[in-house]
């Protein structure tokens, strides 16, 4: 069996609007049972787990809890970031339509654990339409006396793709502008409102109670050396069964395209979405891990007819288009690469432009504030390594 | 000088609500005009530059008048391999403007937007806060004459 449903046991097997029906597989016995225990306790499970960040950067989950437990101060803060944004992800809103209550649960069981009385799932705007759904299943578990120790509260985005940067978010819940931060500090000793904050994604806070319940050990059995557990993928693009597909860490890319998604004649996958990584068809069996390729686990499929400049000159103006503008080497980089991809893509590519590439791409890794513009320059880079052909057809000076 | 980033400051407070008040002034009149703005710096005691940069940060929130509904197809790239042009090509017949316009008779506007996350049943397209999904260019007319 190729796909394993972890994160995803629930999924089309309760009624999301019905906590009755979770509670009738298991639901909130694992905060029941963390309720019990000091946070220090649970803190350590997650820790001896392995669990690493779903969102994309694969910061160890306990360490983080660790962090913000042991941090000075009464008030503290949980943040759940479902601002799931993206290209070519859409696995959190699938878990949001399928299965709100473990989600809730395993912001219930991380407030215990590191002394937070407060929470916020920060919801991306496109996702508006799940907000009922949201609010009732916190509504149902308030009254059903599960959230005593904890309020949920969830936060609209308004349309901003760096939201899903984390000191972004914590800006926009924050009610400014949703720019990037200088770090450190790290929101484990400085967050929201500059208080102690533990930020996970949606995915990974599904796998809380999973672990709670059943065990550390149990949950380190699966996977590789430095990815445990299962990870949830997004699979679009040149694809016969779009969807997405849970499977251990550690599973090569090819069963999940060809064998699970049943892609066909594939050229190139994008994984990790606009900031991810371009593997060719000749690297298909490349374990899905963090140690080699994940990010959130967007999977994009181009076949052969596809022409990869195209893509990545869209992927480079997408990425032009949402940085937030703060810091220079992001702002002026990712326009000045895309204005080259374009040129390219009319075959009016210059000789120098592959140099200039390279250079924008030196400063840009080196010296952007986060993420966005840090990464922005991969899949240039990838293209140029795998798909070198396709430019220097395009040079015409 | 004043010490940055020490004690209480009472303008984060004041900011604390400022983009949920935005998102609902947004959803009372569809955008936000320099009245409302000017008035919500006021009440909340913040100048109306930092509230105009808040309302101008966000995709979601319009400083020019909308239409009563708002279109919003997905120009990314999984939407994009599933031939979204033809769906933007089809919404620019139908309604017969360009995205960035607002019809003359104020029922739609009209933009292209990134990814919504609706990648598995692409391409697709959000109107207000409904999400069409496996869109194709005959299902256009029918889609937007619900809201019409």
Redesign the interface.
């Known amino acids: 069996m190729l796909e394993k449903r972890v994160v995803l046991a629930n999924c089309g097997v309760i009624d999301p609007e019905d906590i009755a029906s979770y509670i009738d597989k298991d639901g909130f016995k694992a905060l029941k049972k963390a309720l019990k225990l000091p946070g220090e306790q649970i803190v350590e499970e997650i820790k001896a787990s392995g669990l690493r960040g779903r969102g994309g950067a694969g910061f160890p989950c306990g360490l983080k809890w660790d962090l913000a437990r042991k941090a000075q101060g009464d008030e503290k803060y949980v943040i759940c970031n479902a601002d ?7 696995k ?2 699938y878990i949001l339509e399928n299965d709100p209550f473990s989600l809730i649960e395993g912001i219930a069981i991380a407030g215990h654990a590191v002394g937070a009385k407060k929470a916020f799932i920060y919801l ?6 799940l907000l009922g759904l949201l609010e009732k299943a916190i509504d149902q578990a308030r009254e059903k006396g599960f959230l005593k120790h904890l309020d949920i509260e969830v ?7 760096v939201c899903g940067e984390e000191s972004a978010l914590m800006e ?8 990037v931060r200088y770090r450190p500090p790290f929101p484990p000793t400085s967050g929201l ?2 208080k102690p904050t533990i930020i996970n994604n949606v995915e990974t806070l599904m796998n809380i109670p999973r672990i709670v319940l059943k065990g550390a050990e149990w949950f380190g059995g699966m996977g590789t050396e430095k990815s445990k557990g299962t990870k949830v993928f ?5 694809v016969g069964k ?3 597909y849970e499977l251990v860490l550690g599973s090569s890319l090819k069963e999940l395209v060809e064998k699970l998604a049943l892609a066909k004649k594939v050229q190139a996958v ?1 994984v990790g979405g606009a900031t991810g990584r371009i593997i060719p068809a000749n690297m298909l069996d490349t374990p899905l891990s963090f140690e080699t390729i994940l990010g959130a686990g967007a999977v ?1 499929v ?1 076949n052969k007819s ?1 022409d990869m400049i195209d ?1 990545v000159y ?2 480079l103006e ?1 990425l032009a ?2 940085s937030c503008g703060k810091c220079a080497p992001c702002r002026e980089g990712t326009e000045a690469m895309a204005a080259i991809l374009e040129r390219f893509t009319r075959g009016e590519g210059l000789e120098k432009d592959i140099t200039v590439l390279g250079e924008l791409a030196d400063t840009m890794m080196l010296a952007s504030m986060c993420g966005l513009g840090q990464a922005a320059p991969i899949p240039v880079m990838d293209s140029l390594q795998h798909f070198r052909g396709a430019y220097d057809k395009r040079i015409s000076l | 000088m004043s010490k940055i980033g020490k004690g209480t400051d009472p303008r984060s407070q004041a900011k604390k609500d400022l983009l949920v008040l935005l998102e609902r002034a947004q959803s009372r009149s569809d955008y936000l005009s320099g009245e409302t703005i000017a008035g919500l710096a006021e009440s909340l005691g913040l100048s109306i530059g930092e509230v105009y940069g808040v309302a101008t940060f966000y995709s979601f929130l319009s400083i020019r008048p909308q239409g009563r509904n708002v279109i919003r197809i997905c120009k990314s790239l999984p939407c994009y391999l599933k031939d979204a042009q033809t769906i933007i090509d089809g919404v620019r017949k139908e309604i017969g403007i360009e995205p960035g316009e607002t019809t003359a008779d104020g029922k739609f506007s009209f933009e292209l937007t990134n990814c919504i996350g609706a990648c598995d049943k692409a391409p697709a397209m959000m109107v207000n806060d409904d999400v069409h999904t496996d869109l194709t260019p005959k299902k256009i007319s029918k889609i937007l004459e619900a809201y019409k």
């Open positions: 799931e944004g993206e290209v070519g992800t859409f959190d809103r991306r705007a496109e996702y508006r339409f936060r609209l985005g308004a349309g901003a793709y926009s819940i924050e009610g400014k502008r949703g720019e409102w500059s997004s699979v679009s693009g040149d779009p969807g997405v994008q994009t181009f596809r893509i869209r992927t997408f288009e949402e």
